[in-house]
């Protein structure tokens, strides 16, 4: 079993900066993080294995990064540059021998 905590989202301008924080119970194969609107499917993020790779998605690349502490519980979310189309409650997760979802936490950008 795999508690995640979320926090750090909230209200922001366009162009402005959030960053998210995800505490884990215990170290996970990969963790990250991502995102719904009504209505919508779910759809990833960004993601950070234990080997330290990570994956983006193409709407994200360039503006958020996904970073991890030294002890590997805990990742975070940098977001830059926002924009409205980002407002979405994001989800993390981790995947110990199956996946976790944490509580989530709404971010919305307005413009």
């Known amino acids: 079993q795999v508690q995640l905590v979320e926090s750090g989202g909230g209200l922001v301008q366009a162009g402005g900066s959030l960053r998210l924080s995800c505490a884990a119970s215990?170290?996970?194969?990969?963790m990250g993080w991502y995102r719904q609107t009504p209505g919508k499917p779910r759809e990833l993020v960004a993601t950070l294995t234990q080997d330290g790779t990570t994956n983006y998605a193409d709407s994200v690349k360039g503006r958020f990064t996904i970073s991890k502490d030294a002890a590997e519980n805990t990742v975070y979310l940098q977001m830059n540059s926002l924009k409205p189309e980002d407002t979405a409650v994001y989800y993390c997760?981790?995947?110990?021998?199956?996946?976790?979802w944490g509580q989530g936490t709404q971010v919305t950008v307005s413009s």
């Open positions: 215990r170290r996970c194969n990969s």
């Open positions: 997760y981790g995947f110990y021998f199956r996946i976790y």
